[in-house]
């Protein structure tokens, strides 16, 4: 294994990747944790394909196994190149291979009983490799290694189910006799150690000394310029970030400069690529065919052709969404653009850091998108340069998340008392729940699954739901792509622009029952952008407390989301030319909230008159959501809020904050119980925030469907400091946290 480093051209390792290799070789869980093109797949590769090696001659064939997690398709296969060119001068005794949604079945048997370093993703350990257990006997009995890759990705919910995978895995190896230590790689992020510790439930150890050389890396804040346009108020108009960042891609690519192009939307990753190339075609017509998009929704074979044509170097610029941002190498690449602020810092560091390899000088721009969050940012660079990453928030014991994972772990293999403590504090007060609910039945050796179906089909640890919606051409009946069930109507409606590896297409159908969109190739001169209205409904009210004359409560709701019409936008500009009427069914999330009220007095004597109420309560509802995760283990993509200065269903100004998913994640039912000190909390931050009129810190939010507009930042603190006049002086409930409802009958 030396040896292959060697020919690999690395002499010395760095201090970083040496000690992390040490923990593993001693049978320590670890998680490195330092910056982007540090080394960090070459500290857990070396004790990796070192135990293979020695495992290789095992006489039953196959030898010792590792297990590779990723959170996206891409990075797991541009691992397995990685695996590959290291282990070339070993021969075949490393065997990496693919198992995941797009591996063809009849390789699946393959994997499953000869390759020695599976590639796969939590989705598909969740429902494809755990279930089937008695079939990968051979491969989790010599299980030796699990790499979690991009650790700092598992957060909120969907890293709390991964969590309770990782417990399921755990507990099934231990069946087979094995105990694999699990060697985890993190972007810099806050307290590495904590979040892998609660990700894996085992001691980790942590390794966040950077000793990788860093070249200089030139950060920018670029704020487009003002166009002659007028908006509806009258106020001058900025050129689109979009534009704006197809501009600086296209003289990147002339200049010869290898870049990639952040964007936050497929769409706006399509449309940044055609833009570029059109550009480009003007200069030299060879150069158009150096830019393309990468997205998800792409076929893999279309996927797979442009990660190889990035590493050879083929394409010079690349306009990419997340998809991109989780890790593929790119060796050799100059200049990154970030085409509005990602919404977190870990994100922003992690999307720079992909220029500057080798130790080499590189670029990163920012170009702010004309939303005030944004606006702040690029003329505050303090809030960005001088302010530590997010933590990684998961909460592995909340009750909505165990639940289905007992009865997954149950149907995998009957559940012991033994088995109990793996789970975390939650599960023995969980399964006669699940047994009243009859998804449970209690026998003398254990717990047992009920029902036919499958328990992993019932949920979905991504929280995504439904069918993603196929995206076929109409002539030819060719399968473009797929869209995502829950972001169908916003992007494939009837009349959308959709945008296809740089081509141009309008959706003439969109069939939710047969998850179909119909679409034909044209080339209109604008883009579209679809609009849409939330509204919240009080289903009913579990508890009702008195805050004075206003009124803390907490129960079921019902949140409507509509698209209503779509806006036709020129190209360059972002000029409206005009507005079309839609008639899609609304789509509806029942789950529980967290709301209060309050009265006319209440507001008077805030000062708080008419003209300030909705932006005070809007103000509000941001930052509470901002420091929920303070007070309950989630993530601010977990919760959702409204806030209305009039609600049909309590007559009075009220804000909610609501679970993000179906039935509840007890976020809402967590802020409840710490109401004083949460929204105490809330008041502080705004109140000490030292910005003038609102900041990210305090009442901005980097996911707000208005823009965040309107917000009154010192009504905001009038309001809640009255509010809080108000509230019991004693905690509604002293043991915070409650059980779960029993759950639903799937």
């Known amino acids: 294994m030396v040896r292959a480093i060697h020919l690999a051209g690395i002499d010395h390792p760095w201090a970083h990747q040496a000690a992390a290799a040490e923990h593993a070789l001693d049978g320590e ?89 599976v590639l796969t993703n ?29 650790c700092h990705t598992y957060r ?61 890396l030139v950060f920018a804040l670029w704020e487009p310029p003002l166009t002659e346009l007028e908006g509806e108020n009258g106020a001058p108009v900025r050129r689109t970030a979009t534009a704006e960042t197809a501009d600086l891609l296209t003289d990147l690519t002339v200049q010869g400069v290898r870049s990639v192009a952040f964007v936050r939307s497929r769409r706006g990753a399509e449309l940044i690529s055609v833009i570029a190339q059109e550009r480009l075609a003007e ?38 969404t997340t998809a991109l941002e989780l890790g593929i190498d790119v060796s050799g690449l100059d200049a990154v653009l970030i085409a509005g602020y990602p919404g977190t810092r870990a994100s922003l560091w992690q999307q720079a850091g992909r220029a500057g390899r080798s130790g080499e000088g590189a670029l990163a721009v920012l170009v702010a998108r004309d939303d005030p969050l944004d606006t702040y940012l690029v003329h505050h660079p303090e809030a960005l340069f ?89 002539g030819t009946g060719r399968l473009l792509g797929t869209v995502d069930a829950s972001a169908a109507h916003t992007t494939v409606h009837e009349g959308a622009v959709h945008l296809h590896q740089g081509r141009t297409y309008l959706v003439r159908h969109l069939d939710l029952k047969e998850s179909v969109a119909l679409v034909e190739e044209a080339n209109p ?32 709701v019902e949140v409507t989301n509509q698209v209503v019409s779509f806006l036709r936008r020129r190209l360059i500009t972002g000029e409206v030319l005009g507005e079309t009427k839609l008639d899609l069914p609304p789509r509806t999330l029942r789950t529980r909230a967290v709301w209060w009220t309050v009265t006319e007095d209440q507001l008077d004597a805030a000062r708080v008159n008419p003209e300030q109420l909705g932006g005070a309560l809007h103000a509000a509802e941001h930052a509470s959501i901002g420091l929920l995760p303070l007070f309950a283990t989630c993530d601010r ?28 994640a007890g976020f809402a039912e967590r802020a409840f119980h710490t109401a004083r000190a949460w929204l105490s909390a809330t008041r502080e931050a705004i109140a000490s ?58």
């Open 156 to 216: 909120g919910v969907f890293g709390s189910h991964v969590a309770q995978v990782l417990r399921r895995l755990r507990r099934l190896c231990a069946r087979y006799g094995s105990d694999p230590v699990f060697l985890l790689a993190s972007a810099t992020a806050a307290e590495p150690a904590a979040a892998a510790t609660r990700l894996t439930g085992l001691p980790v150890h942590e390794v966040a000394d950077d000793a990788s050389p860093r070249g200089e």
């Open 386 to 474: 001088r302010r530590p990453v997010e933590s990684t928030v998961l909460d592995p014991d909340n009750p909505y998340v165990l639940a289905p994972h007992l009865c997954a772990a149950a149907a995998e293999s009957p559940l012991t008392d033994g088995d109990l403590p793996l789970f975390g504090p939650s599960a023995a007060a969980l399964l006669p729940q699940l047994e009243a609910a009859g998804l449970l039945r209690r026998r003398t050796s254990g717990w047992y699954w009920t029902r036919r179906e499958r328990a992993a089909d019932l949920t979905d640890i991504r929280g995504e739901g439904g069918s993603p919606v196929q995206v076929v051409e109409e």
């Open 122 to 150: 939590p989705d598909m350990l969740h429902r494809g490799i755990l279930p089937s257990h008695p079939r990968w006997a051979s491969f989790l009995r010599a299980l030796r290694y699990v790499v979690i890759d991009e």
């Open 637 to 664: 993509w977990d919760i959702g809020g409204v806030s209305v200065p009039l609600h049909p269903d309590t007559l009075l100004p009220t804000v909610f904050v609501y679970d993000g998913h179906p039935g509840g």
């Open 29 to 117: 869980s670890v998680v490195i944790a330092t910056g982007t093109a540090s080394g960090k797949s070459l500290a857990y590769l070396a004790p990796v394909l070192s135990t293979l090696l020695d495992g290789s001659e095992a006489p039953n064939g196959r030898g010792t196994t590792a297990l590779y997690l990723s959170p996206t398709k891409a990075l797991a296969a541009d691992q397995r190149r990685a695996v590959r060119a290291l282990s070339a001068p070993l021969g075949n005794k490393v065997r990496p291979a693919v198992y995941d949604g797009d591996t063809p079945f009849e390789e699946r048997e393959w994997v499953r009983q000869y390759a020695n370093y």
């Open 283 to 320: 200069v030299d017509r060879s150069l158009a065919r150096r830019v393309a998009a990468y997205r998800g929704g792409y076929l893999p074979e279309e996927r797979r052709a442009l990660e190889r044509a990035l590493h050879s170097g083929e394409l010079l610029g690349l306009a990419a």
């Open 689 to 746: 925030c030292e910005c003038d009129a609102g900041c990210p810190s305090c009442i901005q939010s980097p996911k707000c469907g208005n823009g965040n507009d309107p917000l009154h930042k010192r009504a905001a603190v009038r309001l809640l400091t009255e509010l809080l006049r108000g509230a019991p002086t004693e905690p509604t409930d002293p043991a915070a946290p409650t059980d779960a409802p029993p759950p639903q009958d799937p």
């Open 525 to 556: 001169p604008y883009s579209t952008t679809a609009r849409d209205t939330t509204s919240i409904s009080v289903l009913e009210t579990d508890t009702e407390v008195p805050w004075g004359d206003g009124r803390l409560c907490y129960g079921s």
